[in-house]
C-alpha cells in the first residue's frame, strides 16, 4: 500500500518540543515496556500503511501517550531507524538458527521468505534514511552488511553442498526476493502470493542432477 500522510501528526511534534512536557512516570522497567509497546504497533503500522503512518495513532495502538513515544523517539525517522536497524539484527540472527538446526535448502528457503517479508518495511524509507543505511560509518549500514552476510552464508552453504546452482550471487538473489517482496503486497493475498513466488524461483535456483 503507498504511505499516506497525516496531518495529525502536526499537533504532536509541538507537543514533543515543549519545554513544560511532563516526565516519564515510573520505573526504568515500565519505561522498557513501553518503548517496546511502541516498536511493535509501530511495526504493524508501517507494514499497514507506509512510513507516513500516524504516530498518533501508532502511541494509541500501543496504549501510551504521544509524549511518551516522542521520549523515546523524539522524530519520525529516529522510529523508523530503529525498526529498520531490528529489522536486520533478527535477520541476521534468524539465519545463524537456521544455519545451525535446519537441513540446507529448508533453512535459505525460510530465511528467503522471512527476508521477503521483511522487505514490506523498507519500501517508502524517505531519502534521508536510505542515505543512512548506504554510509558505511552509519550503524544501519553495519547492520544490513551484517544481515546480508548472514543470508549470503546460507547461499554458499546451498552452493557448496550443490543443492543450488553457482551461477547466482547474494546480490542477485537479495534483487529477486525483494521483488518477489514487493509483488506479494500488491495483492489480495500476500502470504501466499509470496510463498508461491519464492518456490518458483527457488526451483529454478535448486541445481539438477
Known amino acids: 500500500m503507498a504511505p499516506q500522510s497525516n496531518r495529525n501528526d502536526a499537533p504532536d511534534v509541538a507537543y514533543a518540543n515543549r519545554s513544560d512536557a511532563p516526565e516519564p512516570a515510573g520505573t526504568r522497567a515500565d519505561a522498557r515496556r513501553n518503548r517496546a509497546r511502541i516498536l511493535v ?24 501517550g504521544v ?35 535446519v537441513p540446507t535448502l529448508d533453512a535459505l528457503a525460510a530465511w528467503l521468505d522471512d527476508f521477503a517479508h521483511a522487505t514490506t518495511m523498507y519500501q517508502g524509507l524517505p531519502a534521508s534514511l536510505m542515505a543512512t543505511i ?5 550503524p544501519l549500514n553495519r547492520a544490513c552488511h551484517d544481515m546480508r552476510q548472514a543470508g549470503a552464508a546460507l547461499l554458499r552453504r546451498a552452493q557448496d553442498e550443490g543443492v543450488i546452482r ?6 542477485d538473489l537479495f534483487a529477486l526476493v525483494s521483488a518477489i517482496g514487493w509483488a506479494a503486497e500488491r495483492t489480495d493475498a500476500p502470504d501466499a502470493r ?16
Open 41 to 64: 504497533a509501530a511495526r504493524e503500522a508501517l507494514v499497514a500503511e507506509g512510513t507516513d503512518a500516524s504516530l498518533r495513532a501508532i502511541a494509541r495502538r500501543a496504549g501510551v
Open 194 to 209: 509470496r510463498a508461491r513466488l519464492l518456490k518458483v524461483v527457488l526451483a529454478g535456483l535448486v541445481e539438477r542432477a
Open 166 to 171: 553457482g551461477d547466482i550471487d547474494d546480490t
Open 67 to 101: 509524549g511518551t513515544l516522542y521520549r523515546h523517539f523524539p522524530t519520525r525517522e529516529d522510529l523508523i531507524k530503529e525498526l529498520v536497524r531490528e529489522s536486520f539484527h533478527a535477520l541476521a540472527t534468524r539465519a545463524g538458527r537456521l544455519d545451525a538446526d
Open 134 to 138: 548506504a554510509d558505511e560509518a552509519s
